[in-house]
């Protein structure tokens, strides 16, 4: 097995990655911005849940494809792409009023799918499959009797570390932005900066490369 050394380094790395910006994170802040607290926390939740997609699919060779095959990678980073486009539209073209989902009535319904589309959010967005698979292997005896273990205990520190990262961050911004929602104006400005980002971040992905 790998060297506390080794594994102490892993997590020092995992955490300066998790708190990179990067699309996920946008998001989240995105949502906890327009929507609250609980959204960003649902939405961290999300991303944690599609992380472990990942990590069995990093555990089962299925990143390796994903890496060496221009064709899934295209295809992959434009299902996730449209996806976000998608979700930004309809924030933009909704006329439902304000996002907010704290206290409201349907709360429990609307937070199941701001869970549901961070978890697609994460699973259709490529990067995070290149991470594992780029970052893991680094850290990974390979002279050792069973490399997988290893694999498996390095993702799951990775999906602990950004867990509460990712939630600390969320309610941060959301009590800096908690007045803000309370308008009525102000919070439907919040649901079209939300939608701009999500087609922003739609198109990022879109033009991204490896």
Same mark, same amino acid.
């Given at each position: ?5 080794? =594994?102490?380094? %892993?997590? #020092? &790395? ?12 946008? =998001?989240?802040?995105?949502? @906890? ?9 649902? *939405?961290?939740?999300? %991303? ?9 699919? &990093? ?6 494809? +994903? ?5 899934? %990678?295209? !295809? ?6 449209? =996806?976000?486009?998608?979700?930004? $539209? ?23 799918? !701001?869970?549901?589309?961070? %978890? ?11 991470? #594992?698979?780029? +970052?893991?292997?680094? #850290? ?8 997988? +273990?290893? !694999? ?8 602990? !570390? ?8 969320? @309610? @941060?911004?959301?009590? $800096? ?7 009525? *104006? ?11 980002? #999500?087609?922003?971040?739609? $198109? ?7």
């Amino acid at each position: 097995m790998m060297s506390l050394h080794t =594994y102490l380094l %892993f997590v #020092f &790395a995992a955490v300066a990655l998790i708190l990179v910006p990067g699309p996920d994170m946008i =998001y989240m802040l995105g949502r @906890c911005v327009a929507q609250g607290r609980k959204a960003g926390i649902l *939405s961290a939740i999300g %991303f944690n849940l599609g992380g472990y997609v990942h990590l069995t699919a &990093a555990v089962l060779g299925l990143s390796a494809i +994903l890496a060496t095959s221009a064709l899934a %990678f295209t !295809i992959v980073k434009w299902v996730g792409a449209a =996806y976000l486009i998608y979700l930004g $539209l309809s924030a933009l073209w909704s006329k439902a009023g304000p996002l907010a989902i704290d206290g409201q009535e349907g709360g429990s319904r609307n937070g199941r799918t !701001i869970l549901w589309q961070a %978890f697609l959010s994460d699973v259709l967005n490529p990067k995070v499959a290149l991470f #594992f698979l780029a +970052l893991l292997p680094q #850290f990974i005896d390979r002279n050792a009797a069973h490399p997988t +273990l290893q !694999i498996l205990l390095l993702g799951v520190t990775v999906n602990a !570390i950004g867990l509460p990262t990712n939630i600390a961050l969320a @309610c @941060c911004s959301a009590g $800096l932005t908690a007045a803000l929602r309370r308008n009525q *104006s102000a919070s439907q400005w919040l649901q079209r900066g939300l939608g701009g980002l #999500f087609v922003a971040l739609g $198109l990022r992905i879109a033009i991204e490369r490896i």
